[in-house]
Nanobody, 129 residues
């Protein structure tokens, strides 16, 4: 059974940085889409950044381009989201997620809009002004 678990949330002031981490387990395939999503109180879930674990381009929401970077450590089986220049509007519950193998092929861009198959429980990020 595939499981996804994220960590690293917290509270920082605007302009600060945080790094989120995520580990996926239970896969029998090595290549699939993974990414980060967030949901602020009273708002719909938003795709933040996604990447193909088999190598390839990363895709970002316009709201985080130039500030957030998604990356992976293949040896550790860990996904990261480096968040810089944080703004109060970045405050949300952040979820790590992963897709079924071959759901999006090697191009994970559509996952930002259509979501994933396996979800973590979320980690809270709070940005104060």
């Amino acid at each position: 059974q595939v499981q996804v678990a994220e960590s690293g949330g917290g509270s920082v002031q605007a302009g600060g940085s945080l790094r989120l981490s995520c580990a996926a387990s239970g896969y029998t395939y090595s290549s699939f889409c993974m990414g980060w999503f967030r949901q602020a109180p009273g708002k719909e879930r938003e795709g933040v950044a996604v990447i193909y674990t088999g190598g390839g381009s990363a895709y970002y929401a316009d709201s985080v381009k130039g500030r957030f970077t998604i990356s992976q450590d293949i040896a550790k089986g860990t996904l990261y989201l480096q968040m810089n220049m944080l703004k109060p509007e970045d405050t949300a519950m952040y979820y790590c997620a992963a897709s079924s193998p071959y759901k999006y092929g090697g191009s994970c861009g559509p996952a930002l809009d259509y979501g994933m198959d396996y979800w973590g429980k979320g980690t809270l990020v709070t940005i104060s002004s």
